[in-house]
């Protein structure tokens, strides 16, 4: 099956220092996802990404869709406090077959940030 | 309240006991996931449903089962439960074609005994 390699598995930055990790892939997708989760919580949607070489952000957050659809990366500009948690990359295939609407997860980055 | 709501939140059980994990959603959606998250190994789907009538299995079905009561409820059954079950179990929702956002419920800790 497909397989998300993530890393880091893990991070200790210093407030208002930026962070990146990225998230390598066996085989394409063609939506890229990534979430976090805060402590006792699901995880939650920050960055969707839907077509290869696309570029978004959504406020301090940077992320990238591979353009070998293989793989992506997230960069955290001026890590704050709350910054901490678990990130997941996950990818996903939309166009039919036997994979179609299942969400692949990488292993996660826990994000610790010292104030 | 929770869009998707995950019941119990924590639940300890003996092992060869039979236990089931609820979810229940408001947002309408069709589809709902089932996913087990064990430290650096992320989240692994179990099983998934696309409509009531319509259930498949995950990456690591073995020892699982489910049901989707009705478009709003979809449980994960353990029906003789084992040590290395023991994880962190989410479920999740999304709107049907062309809509990727997955949306979470807050958990179930389960430990086996």
């Known amino acids: 099956g497909q397989q998300l390699n993530q890393s880091p598995q893990s991070m200790f930055i210093q407030e208002g220092e930026d962070v990146s990790m990225n998230c390598t892939s066996s085989?394409?997708?063609?939506?890229w996802l990534w979430y976090k989760q805060d402590p006792g919580e699901g995880p939650v949607l920050l960055i969707a990404l839907y077509k290869a070489g696309e570029l978004t952000s959504n406020g301090r957050l940077t992320a990238q869709f591979g353009i070998t659809r293989k793989d992506s990366f997230l960069n955290i500009s001026a890590s704050i406090p709350s910054d901490v948690g678990i990130y997941f990359c996950?990818?996903?295939?939309?166009?039919?077959?036997?994979?179609?609407?299942?969400?692949?997860f990488g292993q996660g980055t826990i994000l610790t940030v010292h104030p | 309240d929770a869009d998707v709501t995950q019941t119990p939140r924590n639940r300890i059980t003996k092992t060869g006991k039979r236990i089931m994990l609820e979810c229940s959603q408001t947002k309408g959606h069709d589809r709902m996931y089932w996913y087990r998250q064990d430290p650096g190994l992320g989240l692994r789907l179990i099983y998934y449903?696309?409509?009531?009538?319509?259930?498949n299995k995950g990456e690591i079905s073995d020892g699982y089962s489910v049901s989707r009561q009705a478009q709003a409820k979809f449980s994960l059954s353990l029906e003789s439960a084992i040590p290395n079950q023991t994880a962190l179990y989410f479920c999740a929702t999304r709107a049907g074609k062309g809509n990727t956002e997955a949306f979470f419920g807050q958990g179930t800790r389960l430990t086996v005994v």
């Open positions: 996950a990818g996903q295939l939309t166009d039919g077959g036997t994979s179609y609407g299942k969400l692949t």
């Open positions: 085989s394409i997708f063609n939506t």
């Open positions: 449903s696309f409509d009531v009538k319509d259930i």
